[in-house]
C-alpha cells in the first residue's frame, strides 16, 4: 500500500486477555519500528525489525509482551495478559533501512483500551 | 545516549503570530535531529530533518528549522500561524554511527488563536 497500515485502529478488551496488533510496512522497507504513545509518557520506543530479525528489543516493557515479523514485511505485536497500563496508541513505522538519517514513516496506531 | 527536551507542554498563538516550538538535544556523537506533527487522531508526519547538510532546514506546510551547535538547539519555527497548524509536535533525535531509531521528546501543542 501507499502507507504503513495497521489494524485495528482501536481495540477494547478486557483485563488479562492477549490481544494481537498488525502492522503492514511501506512495501519495500526493510525497517519496522513499534513504538507506544501514551498520556504522560510521550512516545517509547519498543522494538524494531532489520529484516525479520529484531536487533533491538531494549524498550520492551515486559516478558507479556513480544513481537515478530515474518516475510519481511508484516509484523505483530502481541500483548499477553493485558493490565490496565498498557492502553495506549500503538504505533508502527517503517522506514527504507535502519540507516541513520533515514526517514521513518508512521501509521496512524491502534488505540488500545484495556478495561 | 541521546535525548530531546521540549520545554512546556503547551504553546498558543494569534493566527498570523510567529509560532517558535524549543528543542534541545544531548547527543555524544554528531545527531539527525527531525520534527513530527501530529494532528488529532492521526499518525506522526515528517515535517523536515537535519542530517548534516544546511543548518537551516526547510521543511512541509512553512515551517523550518536552525541546528545550533553551540546551543544544543534545533528549534521549529514559522513566521505565520495558521489555524490549521494547530497540532502536536515532537521533536527526536537519532545518532550517527548508529541506526535510524528515533528517541523523541514529550511533544508540545500548537494552538492557534483567531
Known amino acids: 500500500g501507499a502507507g504503513v497500515s495497521q489494524s485495528p485502529s482501536n481495540k477494547v478488551t478486557e483485563k488479562g486477555k492477549d490481544v494481537e496488533l498488525r502492522c503492514d510496512p511501506i512495501?519495500?522497507?526493510?525497517?519496522l519500528y513499534w513504538y507506544r504513545q501514551s498520556l504522560g509518557q510521550g512516545l517509547e520506543f519498543l522494538i524494531y525489525f532489520q529484516g525479520n530479525s529484531a536487533p533491538d528489543k531494549s524498550g520492551l516493557p515486559s516478558d507479556r509482551f513480544s513481537a515478530e515479523r515474518t516475510g519481511g514485511s508484516v509484523s505483530t505485536l502481541t500483548i499477553q495478559r493485558t493490565q490496565q497500563e498498557d492502553s495506549a496508541v500503538y504505533l508502527c513505522?517503517?522506514?527504507?533501512?535502519?540507516?541513520?538519517?533515514?526517514?521513518?514513516?508512521f501509521g496512524e496506531g491502534s488505540w488500545l483500551t484495556v478495561v | 545516549a541521546q535525548s530531546v527536551t521540549q520545554l512546556g507542554s503547551h504553546v498558543s498563538v494569534s493566527e498570523g503570530a510567529l509560532v517558535l516550538l524549543r528543542c534541545n538535544y544531548s547527543s555524544s556523537v554528531p545527531p539527525y535531529l527531525f520534527w513530527y506533527v501530529q494532528y488529532p487522531n492521526q499518525g506522526l508526519q515528517l515535517l523536515l530533518k537535519y542530517t548534516s547538510a544546511a543548518t537551516l532546514v526547510k521543511g512541509i506546510n512553512g515551517f523550518e528549522a536552525e541546528f545550533k551547535k553551540s546551543e544544543t538547539s534545533f528549534h521549529l519555527t514559522k513566521p505565520s500561524a495558521h489555524m490549521s497548524d494547530a497540532a502536536e509536535y515532537f521533536c527526536a533525535v537519532s545518532e550517527t554511527g548508529a541506526n535510524s531509531k528515533l528517541t523523541f521528546g514529550k511533544g508540545i501543542t500548537l494552538s492557534v488563536r483567531p
Open positions: 513505522a517503517s522506514s527504507w533501512n535502519i540507516g541513520v538519517g533515514n526517514t521513518i514513516y
Open positions: 512495501s519495500g522497507h526493510t525497517a
